[in-house]
């Protein structure tokens, strides 16, 4: 599927140009200096996400793709890929002890709390990083392959712009907070793309859900990894000053997508975001091979952790959804050829609902045609059918050329259970007061 890297110089040079480079590593930065996004421009949004397709490299959504962020433990990523090198060019053995310094030992959890003097295999290794993100690990394994944690992440950033990782810069191994360390949405899903590329023999232990260790089961923190068709990686990452990130890829129909997610403000924000973007980049692929010119970016729901449009956390919705474009669902909707499921067959064909009980109405999104609209409702009422199973369905406008869903009929506390609800799951919702 990949093209082989070769790499252009030894690695023993690299470490050679990168033991000079450390008095500038070294050398305080300011944090406004590195991360204008934060110091400077703090009006900016954290998110940031790009969605590329494996095979190609083809970029095929981006948001902010190329401002500067805070990796979080997306960095291991990195620290994996010299892992994975060394492995594979016959310097190091899955079998092989990784001692733990006190420098090692001493670092903030999420860690193994292994003490100065111990070691662990390289397995071990690996298995800590990607699973639990282990800091401590990822550390032991930096002075492992590089004599010490500053000299392994200068040889990081050399790596990484050697990668294409054009405006990436890494001053330690695991990710913990240095407002020197930055990197782009771009750039990881260029590592991301890279690691798999050059290294699938060992791209499996991105996969791995859990393991045992000391008599322990340990377990992994990618939760897409058990909830997601055909996800199958790579690594997650929070920090305060991050927010939640995560580096993911996905398999359907013999088609890979990678996904790289900045600046979530939620665990299950940050994977339904992950999850929409790989779905709908999977869903914009088949309709392409279908003669259909169509775009991610068209087909999203772009609904930010501080966007204007939708805030889910508000309960009862925020401003008019009229220029929302049109939603996917979890699941892809109908390709282009409009062949409906049996499941929103039924949902269109039933009866009219029960006799509305209030004057209060929920209104689910905003189309450019009626059709769209009603495919709306028969989606919602069948994923959400215990909230709005005694509402009436209908479709309000049209004198703007804007097609409302909307559920009407509730009353007030139902109206907002059923857009509390809605939102939960990602899906616009916004409560109507009677007029």
């Known amino acids: 599927m990949f ?27 300011s944090a406004s200096a590195q991360i204008p996004y934060l110091q400077m421009n703090s009006a900016e949004p954290k998110y940031a996400a790009i969605v590329i397709d494996a095979n190609s490299g083809e970029m095929l959504y981006d948001k902010r793709a190329d401002s500067p962020r805070y990796p979080a433990s997306v960095t291991k990523i990195m620290t994996l890929y010299l892992t994975f090198e060394a492995l594979s060019e016959g310097r190091l053995k899955l079998t092989d002890r990784v001692p733990f310094s006190s420098h090692a030992a001493a670092q903030t959890p999420t860690k193994l709390g292994l003490q100065p003097g111990d070691s662990i295999s390289v397995d071990e290794a690996i298995r800590a990083m990607t699973v639990k993100s282990a800091n401590d690990a990822a550390v032991a394994m930096a002075e492992r392959l590089g004599g010490s944690e500053s000299r392994f992440a200068a040889l990081m950033t050399l790596r990484g712009q050697e990668l294409g990782m054009r405006n990436s810069r890494f001053v330690n191994a695991s990710g913990l907070p240095d407002s020197r360390q930055i990197s782009t949405a771009r750039d990881l899903a260029i590592l991301s793309r890279a690691t798999m590329r050059d290294f699938p023999q060992y791209y499996s232990y991105f996969s791995i859900k859990g393991f045992e260790f000391r008599g322990r089961y340990i377990p992994g ?54 999850e929409d973007l790989l779905t709908t980049g999977f869903d914009v692929l088949k309709r392409r091979s279908h003669g259909e010119r169509t775009t991610i970016a068209a087909n999203l729901y772009e609904d930010e952790p501080t966007g204007p449009i939708m805030r889910p956390s508000t309960e009862e919705g925020d401003g008019d959804q009229a220029g929302l474009k049109i939603v996917l669902t979890d699941n892809p909707r109908p390709p282009a050829a409009l062949k409906v499921s049996p499941t929103l067959k039924a949902a269109q064909a039933k009866p009219a609902p029960k006799k509305a009980k209030g004057e209060w109405a929920v209104q689910v999104g905003a189309f450019k045609s009626k059709s769209l609209a009603n495919e709306q409702l028969a989606l ?44 939960a799951k990602r899906q616009p919702c916004m409560v109507l007061a009677p007029r």
């Open 3 to 29: 093209a082989k890297f070769i790499p252009v110089r030894s690695v023993l040079a690299a470490l050679g140009v990168a033991g000079a480079m450390l008095s500038g590593l070294a050398a305080p930065v």
């Open 221 to 274: 923190h990618n939760r897409l990894l058990t909830n997601m068709q055909g996800f199958d990686g790579l690594k997650t990452g929070y920090t305060n000053a991050s927010g939640y990130n995560l580096a993911g890829s996905a398999v359907r129909d013999g088609r890979r997508l990678i996904a790289v997610v900045l600046g979530g403000s939620s665990t299950a924000w940050r994977d339904n975001n992950m």
């Open 380 to 423: 919602v009422r069948s994923r959400f059918s215990k909230f709005v199973a005694d509402a009436e369905g209908a479709v309000e406008g049209a004198a703007s050329s804007t097609f409302r869903a909307q559920f009407q009929g509730l009353t007030a506390d139902a109206a907002r259970g059923a857009c509390r609800a809605i939102s």
